[in-house]
């Protein structure tokens, strides 16, 4: 009784608000943002205690700025986690493979003590099988949700603990993990040991020996099922499972490897409205036409379409929300779709494999197209593309119409010798001042493409951005010390090619107030020591990591193997739990102190 | 493969006009594809030339099925002939300059700029339509016989695309050819067909920071190759039709 009026007391004291713990314990489950969460945390003792006991779910941005120590003792209740471990730049074959990011130490920690943990989401990871055989064999009864994200180091025998164990599992998540694959019971056991599966996704993980027999049990035990994404299996072998599955809305997947007019037979489940068919052709696309216009998302990344192609099928797609496709699209495709889509929120232009003569020669896309995009799709929120060429006026129309934009990255490629309009300062100035809402942004240039003034309007306009990628962008260190005495929310920095010093970089990183996680490739190493120059920024909890120049043997596209040459990386990232202890040989931790004192 | 075609390829030279000792000790000797102003040049023997012009001859029948018929002629010179409404308007040898004679063109094919460019410098997009649509002179060398054909932009890709795949296949099984290590797209270090990148260099390899391509695209794209690989020889059109069962 003493105990809850001191308690009552000294909460008077020490909040503003009256409130007793209890009403704070009903209202705080409501809190979800993680910013809101992060406040009500700071405001004093109490309540950071209420937020640790009532937080449902942590995002581990990426995975050594903590420990799992430090995630139980404050965490223990913890549903739901997501730890993400190699750079983005991973995903494009820039990071060694060994470089870290395993799970282990994550894995054993939530073995024992996360009791309450029912959703998990390892992203750019190295998951092993043995990690696969503890999770599964101590949280396997509880879990709903899995996810192995771009992650590597497994095999299928791994997923056959997952198969075996996890039953009550909803979603299954291996999207574009490199898995060993041996054979496909893994599949076998889910499908006779679950009935509540959702979500299954396969997709882009090479794993061809799964059984469609398999999938068709999937579909009749798991009348929940929604979407499945697999790897390539025969459309016509999925017939029946098509049928099964009645409650499909998304599939992606699959492989046409027969006569055109035998997939006229092809019916889909009635409620599908998300749909990639992997090596679709022109004479397959007709399947489509029956539901195009029920389509909400498309996913032609993968699909063998030309130009022409891009126009009859989108055409047809009028309550479009989602596309991904390839630049074959071209700026004809782009114009059909901002007269048809108007509804369209996310778009997604990747680069074609046009160096080999395969693509289109009309996919290419420009200001032309970019202009017709942000005249017609006014409800856009996500745009990535890839452009041969671009103007400050196409920029300026995304300014202008473009008002709900909250991810925007716009690559322009290397093909065009000869750029229309750059620099492009004043689009860029003009897109950012008016694009409020944007939190995601990236430009990736050539040399010329931003001068040091348009570097600083980045600097002055991006107030909500948080995170930025940049390649080939301003002139000089001027440049990068203007652009980092603004971008006040910036959180993440990734730059590529860039023309700057070490203390240049070291110094911008000290003035950006938000900044927790830095990667460079490719700047301006000091030629008498190298690392020496970053010395500026070292300071408490802040690690600093380089990856030295090295030589890589990549596959190029023809199939041939390309030694190539990688300039150095500098990963330098806020972290709590010290530097790293599990560097692999291609790592290299700065011992700047070490350098300064000598 | 076209119906009742008379695919005589007659690769042997009418006479001893240039000599190149190396090569034939090797049974390599140049096959050489001239489009538009830009040539590539593979070392090829025998049974790999004979390959890529029925390539070539397949891909342009295909082709010109959809569009409209090219002049079917044939000529004394040796030759690839069809019967079909298609094949390759045989001309007489062009100009000197690209003689089998000249030992300038031999020259000049150790030490040109073996990069195809066939995209257009400028990018206006009714000069995209209209370059599509013309058709400009393909020619093949081998071994002092020549093909020409008609072709557009996008037929000469395919086919050299064709022809590349074909090296690399070959290439693969059989022994490095000379290396010519002066141009820059035949590397020396494996035995590699050429590239068919347009200058500036290559925007999707890792290099210094250039563009790097998504994994999960390049391995899609790699898939593709392979694809359109295995349903060669019944179909070569550039997109993977269905394999079909009728032989040639």
Known sequence: MEEENQNSKSNRTNCSSSMSDVVLGCVMPYIHDPRDRDAVSLVCRRWYELDALTRKHITIAFCYTTSPDRLRRRFKHLESLKLKGKPRAAMFN????????????????????????????????????????????????????????????FSTDGLLHVGRLCRQLRTLF??????????????????????????????????????????????????????????????????RFFHTAAALEEFCGGSFNDMPDKYSAVTFPQKLCRLGLTYMGKNEMPIVFPFASL?????????????????????????????????????????????????????????????QGMEDEEGVVSQRGLIALAQGCLELEYMAVYVSDITN???????????????????????????????????????LRQCKKLRRFALYLRPGGLTDVGLGYIGQYSINVRWMLLRYVGESDEGLLEFSKGCPSLQKLE?????????????????????????????????????????????????????????????????????????AHILAYYSLAGPRTDFPNSVVPLDLVGLVAT | MSRNCNLELSLFPTSDQYHRHQERRQQQQKLTIFYNGSVSVWDATEVQARAILMLAAQ????????????????????????????????????????????????????????????????????RHQERRQQQQ??????????????????????????????????????STGPSSSSSSSLSSEQPVSPTLEPPPPPAYGPNNNGLSMKRSLQRFFQKRNHRIQATYPYNINRRPHACRVDHH
């Not at chain 1, 490199?178 to 979500?199: C, F, M, P, Q, R």
């Not at chain 1, 998302?297 to 993968?302: A, C, P, R, T």
């Not at chain 1, 778009?347 to 494999?353: K, M, S, T, W, Y």
């Open chain 1, 295 to 355: 389509l909400k998302k498309l996913d032609l990344l993968y699909a063998l379409l030309d130009t022409e192609d891009h126009c009859l099928l989108i055409q047809k797609c009028f309550n479009l929300e989602v596309l991904e496709t390839r630049n074959v699209i071209g700026d004809r495709g782009l114009e059909v779709l901002a007269s048809s889509c108007r509804r369209l929120k996310r778009l997604r232009i990747e680069l074609g494999a046009d160096a």
């Open chain 1, 495 to 567: 730059m590529r090619g860039c023309c700057f010093t070490e203390s240049a970089l070291a110094r911008a990183v000290m003035q950006l107030t938000s900044l927790r996680y830095l990667w460079v490739q490719g700047y301006r190493a000091s030629s008498s020591n190298p690392g020496r120059d970053l010395s500026a920024m070292v300071r408490p909890f802040w690690n600093i990591e380089l990856i030295p120049p090295r030589k890589v043997v990549v596959v190029n596209q023809v199939g041939e193997d390309v030694v190539v040459e990688q300039p």
């Open chain 1, 94 to 153: 820039l990071i060694p493979e060994d470089w870290g990011g395993f799970v282990t130490p994550w894995v054993n920690e939530i073995a024992e003590s996360f009791n309450c943990l029912k959703s998990l989401h390892f992203r750019r990871m190295i998951v092993t099988d043995s990690d696969l055989e503890v999770l599964a064999k101590s949280r396997g009864r509880v879990l709903q949700v899995f996810k192995l994200d771009k992650c590597s180091g």
């Open chain 2, 59 to 126: 891909e342009m029948e295909d082709k010109m099925r959809i569009t409209s018929t090219g002049p079917s002629s044939s000529s004394s010179s040796s030759s690839l002939s069809s019967e079909q409404p298609v094949s390759p308007t045989l001309e007489p040898p062009p100009p000197p300059a690209y003689g089998p004679n000249n030992n300038d063109q031999i020259e000049m094919s150790r030490n040109c700029n073996l990069e195809l460019s066939l995209f257009p410098t400028s990018d206006q997009d009714h």
């Open chain 2, 137 to 174: 002179k393909l020619t093949i060398f081998y071994n002092g016989s020549v093909s020409v054909w008609d072709a557009t932009e996008v037929q000469a890709r395919a086919i050299l695309m064709l022809a590349a795949q074909e090296m690399e296949d070959k290439m693969r099984i059989t």
């Open chain 1, 393 to 431: 006026v196409a920029l300026e129309h995304i300014g202008a119409h473009l008002r709900n934009l909250n991810d925007f990255r716009l690559v322009l490629l290397d093909r065009e010798e000869r750029i229309t309009d750059l620099p492009l300062d004043n689009g860029v100035r003009s897109l």
């Open chain 1, 174 to 239: 291996l999207e574009e993990s490199s898995i060993l694959e041996k054979d496909g019971y893994w599949l076998h056991e889910l499908a006779l040991n679950n009935t509540v599966l959702e979500t299954l996704n396969l997709y882009m993980t090479d794993l061809n020996k799964v059984r469609f027999e398999d999938l068709e049990l999937i579909a009749k035990n798991c009348r929940n099922l929604v979407s499945v994404k697999i790897s390539d299996c025969e459309i016509l072998d999925l017939v």
